[in-house]
């Protein structure tokens, strides 16, 4: 069975922290989605990787997939509260092209 | 931009009742899904289609069903409503074969009473 573990369940900090959320598995994934979902709401795409080692950044936000493709983080400097929500990560894993495997997910709560 | 749209926010419906839920996509996108989420599950894949009049089974295609009559929409059927169908449903679209994007609607809250 391919799955995807998030790391930590739940986080809590104050606005203006950095924090990492991590994304792991024992398969190769030929790519990664990372989406945030608002209470209530769809999940939105942030960033999609696909090569390994890779890095991509959005404002404040970096996601980062794993030179084995097995894993990826997330890591947010200087939260604000706007970047609560549930972030998930999904993947197509390379033995199963057109399967998308989600993660469980990471709920963050920034406080103002 | 892409845009998912599906019929209901919320929905409440008694146990037994056939229900449908809609979603329509505007980006011209051959593939459709339905998942399910629910604390502590994560999303779970019910069906799935890759093009007009064809679906496939999910993770967890027990007690539903679906049609895809037109491309654009993909609709999923509880034929008889249980409490433990009782989920947030989410509809996601994609365009192409292979690893890439999801682009999901705003779901819809169905409580089955």
């Known amino acids: 069975t391919q799955l995807l573990e998030q790391s930590p369940q739940f986080l809590s900090i104050q606005e203006g922290e950095n924090l990492t959320v991590y994304c792991n598995s024992s398969s190769v994934f030929s790519s990664l989605q990372w989406y945030r979902q608002e209470p209530g709401e769809g999940p939105v795409l942030l960033v999609t990787v696909v090569t390994g080692g890779e890095v991509k950044k959005l404002k404040r936000l970096t996601f980062q997939f794993g030179d084995a493709r097995k894993d990826s983080s997330l890591h947010i400097t200087a939260a604000q509260p706007g970047d609560t929500g549930l972030y998930l990560c999904a993947g197509s894993p390379k033995t199963s092209y057109d399967k998308v495997i989600f993660g469980p997910g990471t709920s963050l709560s920034v406080i103002p | 931009d892409v845009k998912v749209t599906q019929s209901s926010r919320y929905l409440v419906k008694r146990t037994g009742e056939k229900v449908f839920l809609e979603c329509v996509q505007d980006?011209?996108?051959?593939?459709m899904f339905w998942y399910r989420q629910d604390p502590g599950l994560g999303l779970r894949l019910i069906y799935f289609?890759?093009?007009?009049?064809?679906?496939e089974k999910g993770d967890i295609p027990e007690g539903y069903s679906v049609s895809r009559e037109k491309k654009e929409r993909f609709s999923l059927i509880l034929e008889s409503a249980s409490t433990n169908q009782t989920s947030m449903y989410l509809c996601a679209s994609r365009g192409g074969r292979g690893p890439y994007e999801q682009y999901f609607g705003p779901g819809t809250r169905l409580t089955v009473t």
């Open positions: 289609s890759y093009d007009v009049k064809m679906k």
């Open positions: 980006m011209d996108h051959e593939n």
